[in-house]
């Protein structure tokens, strides 16, 4: 059995990362890895489903017992991505998705040299102002530090092996998936 790959899937917020691996994620092919994050949880989400909701002094803790791939500070609450599921999937031939922020991502890239990096963009910084406004779940504060945040992340885009463009939702999903098909065909080279 092939031993599955880390897909890793980074997005400044409200560029439509959830809603391209929720169709991805309905071929079982597929292991999303939750996250684990100290932010509090939006109005439908749900623990263990959409994140794993954990207290700082929680967090901190693990962080200092090395439980953790990566993690980072992001907006003022940490995010982190546990190691041990991630290990079971693979070897189990899954692909594992991991929907992490640039910084996260970054510290993979040192520790896992056979993971894919895909980034996904908004066509434009008003689409993307616009997504989060439609939202409704956020300030106008939050929002223009989102944006802020956005436009510093896709200063990083190039460190990534792959870059969608979410114009269009279908062409985005085919887009992922046609990455996925040709990292599974790809020739793993031996040292």
Same mark, same amino acid.
């Given at each position: ?39 509090? /949880? ?14 700082? &002094? ?5 962080? #200092?017992?090395? &439980? ?15 190691? &041990?599921?991630?290990?079971?999937? #693979? ?13 996260? &991502? ?18 434009? /910084? ?8 439609? #939202?409704?779940?956020?300030? /106008? ?35 992922? #998936? ?14």
């Amino acid at each position: 059995m092939q031993r599955g790959k880390l897909i890793v899937v980074s997005a400044p917020s409200g560029c439509g990362k959830g809603t391209i691996l929720k169709e991805i994620l309905k071929d079982p092919k597929f292991y999303y890895s939750v996250s684990a994050t100290t932010r509090k /949880p939006r109005e439908g989400e749900q623990d263990g489903v959409h994140y794993r909701f954990l207290e700082r &002094a929680d967090f901190e803790e693990r962080i #200092r017992a090395d &439980a953790f791939l990566e993690y980072a500070e992001y907006c003022g609450n940490y995010y982190g991505t546990l190691s &041990a599921p991630i290990e079971e999937q #693979r070897n189990a031939g899954r692909h594992v998705i991991l929907e992490i922020e640039v910084q996260g &991502a970054m510290q993979i890239r040192k520790l896992c040299p056979d993971a894919v990096f895909v980034f996904i963009a908004p066509p434009s /910084p008003e689409v993307l102002r616009e997504r989060l406004t439609g #939202r409704g779940t956020e300030s /106008p504060d939050v929002i223009e530090a989102r944006v802020a945040q956005a436009e510093k992340e896709l200063s990083c885009k190039e460190a990534y092996d792959y870059c969608i463009i979410n114009d269009v939702l279908a062409d985005a999903i085919a887009d992922l #998936r046609a990455i996925v098909r040709s990292e599974e065909l790809k020739i793993e080279k031996m040292d």
